[in-house]
């Protein structure tokens, strides 16, 4: 990512999603965790189309989720790498917003399942999993995120000058 000066607007922002996010997976744990899984802060993941500020906002709302969600460490980590990695690289592809979820569509589906397989010992098979957690983000990152994308842009200046 290039280098930006970093703003209080930009900290401000980065906290309110990475809260937005925390709430949205715990009000909704019971849907927000497991081998089924459809994370309704997976929305969020629209938010680098508008600012740069969502990729550690995202990165950090998912790490206290899982955190107080009650994941385990390897969760914790590689699910909030996952979401850094689809946010980071979904910002790259802003130009374009149907682009922006693949990112993190694709990372979770390659990571999660490996992450319930081997550290939660779901005796599920991998290629099961990975498609549990692809229609999970299906749902999260396209059909959610698409519907607060479309909101969104019609409020596109809220994001102020720094979501390019």
Same mark, same amino acid.
């Given at each position: 990512?290039?280098?930006?000066?970093?703003?209080?607007?930009?900290?401000?922002?980065?906290?309110?999603?990475?809260?937005?996010?925390?709430?949205?997976?715990?009000?909704?744990?019971?849907?927000?965790?497991?081998?089924?899984?459809?994370?309704?802060?997976?929305?969020?993941?629209? *938010? /680098? %189309?508008?600012?740069?500020?969502?990729?550690? &906002?995202?990165?950090? $709302? @998912?790490?206290?989720?899982?955190? +107080?969600?009650?994941?385990?460490?390897?969760?914790?980590?590689?699910?909030?790498?996952?979401?850094?990695?689809?946010?980071?690289?979904?910002?790259?592809?802003?130009?374009?917003?149907?682009?922006?979820?693949?990112?993190?569509?694709?990372?979770?589906?390659?990571?999660?399942?490996?992450?319930?397989?081997?550290?939660?010992?779901?005796?599920?098979? *991998? /290629? %099961?999993?990975?498609?549990?957690?692809?229609? &999970?983000?299906?749902? $999260? @990152?396209?059909?959610?995120?698409? +519907?607060?994308?479309?909101?969104?842009?019609?409020?596109?200046?809220?994001?102020?000058?720094?979501?390019?």
């Amino acid at each position: 990512m290039e280098r930006r000066k970093i703003t209080t607007q930009y900290l401000a922002m980065s906290a309110m999603i990475a809260a937005i996010y925390v709430v949205l997976t715990v009000v909704f744990a019971p849907i927000s965790f497991g081998a089924v899984q459809i994370r309704i802060a997976e929305a969020l993941t629209i *938010l /680098p %189309l508008f600012t740069p500020a969502a990729v550690p &906002g995202l990165f950090l $709302g @998912c790490f206290l989720a899982n955190l +107080l969600g009650g994941a385990i460490l390897p969760d914790v980590i590689f699910g909030s790498i996952a979401t850094f990695i689809g946010a980071a690289l979904g910002y790259r592809f802003r130009s374009n917003r149907w682009f922006v979820p693949i990112p993190t569509v694709l990372a979770n589906t390659i990571i999660v399942p490996l992450v319930l397989r081997y550290g939660y010992g779901m005796d599920m098979p *991998l /290629p %099961l999993l990975a498609l549990h957690i692809l229609i &999970g983000e299906i749902v $999260g @990152c396209y059909v959610l995120g698409e +519907l607060l994308a479309g909101l969104l842009l019609k409020q596109k200046h809220l994001f102020g000058a720094e979501n390019s």
